[in-house]
């Protein structure tokens, strides 16, 4: 997959720094699991906390940060609040980084005589 690019000018800062923030906000590892437990299904807080093994506050709390930014959004359901992916984008970027990963651990492993289990 090539790079699309954005504008045939420079980003402006305001972008960079919107940009900037949905990065830091994936670069939280619980942030990752949490996206990585809605990929295929929206689930409730308390589905996530059994799923992760961490705490309902520190669930919720990471939930209101990627909420703020848009990346997943909250439908309530009688008692219940389900949480889902909202901007599918983020995933592919995690997607086309595993891949970069896997591809440099197949060079490496074939560099030093390695393969890697298909």
Excluded: W
């Excluded at 506050?57 to 990471?62: G, L, M, R």
């Excluded at 848009?70 to 086309?96: F, P, T």
């Amino acid at each position: 997959m090539g790079v699309i690019p954005v504008a045939d000018h420079q980003l402006p800062e305001e972008l960079i720094e919107l940009i900037a923030e949905r990065f830091r906000a994936i670069g939280e590892p619980i942030r990752l699991r949490i996206l990585e437990q809605l990929r295929n299904e929206p689930k409730t807080v308390q589905q996530l906390v059994g799923a992760l093994g961490t705490t309902q506050q520190n669930v919720s709390k990471h939930l209101g940060v990627l909420r703020g930014l848009g990346i997943v959004s909250r439908r309530k359901d009688g008692l219940y609040a389900y949480y889902a992916i909202q901007d599918e984008s983020l995933l592919r970027v995690c997607d086309e980084v595993c891949g970069s990963l896997k591809a440099q651990i197949a060079e490496l492993n074939h560099l030093i005589g390695e393969d890697l289990p298909a």
